[in-house]
């Protein structure tokens, strides 16, 4: 994954976290296609509500994120302006071949976690997924911001456990930021994503606005 050596966009996750999120991701696939009890999963969720005790033993009281100084009894605030996949299982992972201020192309295999019809993506994660390689390019490229509008036009249904390809055209406008993106199965066009944000410049991204991790 991509390090935020600069901190702009909050702290990057610890490498243990992103272990355990690949791993809980690898582990849910699992649990899908099981077609009756398995004394393995008896045994997770036994050990589960005692590493639950453990990690709620060691989570700060006040869940809502630290921003800026003091705040100590909240949270660490992680990044989400780069593979957020990476570290939340709950995000599709992608890998970015190249990237730059106006183009930039990859690829993404969807995980059964995120099936909606037999075999194929549920097409509210390709908005999510849509929505994180645009901000993921402006982020890498200095000018990123909020997002304003998100289109998703459907054209073919897109399969799970599937390399598939993706490609974004990047115009900054007056008003701000707009990304064209496709995903794309063997070149034929999947769906697309028209996403309109802000634009803000790095010197509007103070790194000393997210609290920084304790220790």
């Given amino acids: 994954m991509s390090v935020n050596v600069d901190r702009r966009y909050g702290e990057d996750p610890l490498p243990q976290t992103v272990a355990a999120a690949a791993a809980m991701r690898r582990m849910t696939d699992l649990l899908l296609v099981q077609e009756g009890p398995h004394p393995a999963v008896d045994e997770m969720l036994t050990r589960f509500a005692d590493w639950e005790a453990q ?27 780069f593979d957020v ?3 939340n299982p709950c995000f599709p992972e992608y890998r970015f071949h190249r990237i ?24 509210g994660f390709l908005g999510v997924f849509f929505d994180c390689v ?32 993706f490609d974004i055209t990047r115009t900054e406008t007056e008003r701000g930021l ?5 995903l794309l199965l063997d070149g034929e066009v999947l769906c697309t994503g028209n996403i309109d944000t802000v634009a803000s410049p790095p010197s509007r991204l103070d790194g000393s606005r997210y609290g920084r991790r304790h220790g």
């Fill in 178 to 182: 707009t990304s064209s993106a496709r």
């Fill in 134 to 165: 645009t901000q993921h390019q402006s982020c890498a490229v200095g000018l990123a911001g909020k997002t304003r509008s998100l289109t998703v036009r459907y054209r073919r249904p897109a399969p799970v456990l599937t390399e598939l390809a």
């Fill in 55 to 81: 990690l709620s033993a060691a989570a700060p009281p006040d869940s809502a994120p630290r921003i800026g100084d003091g705040g100590e009894q909240r949270r660490v605030y992680l990044q989400h302006a």
């Fill in 100 to 123: 730059g201020a106006e183009s930039a192309s990859g690829s993404v295999t969807f995980a059964l976690a995120f099936e909606g019809p037999p075999g194929l993506v549920h097409g």
């Fill in 85 to 87: 996949g990476a570290f």
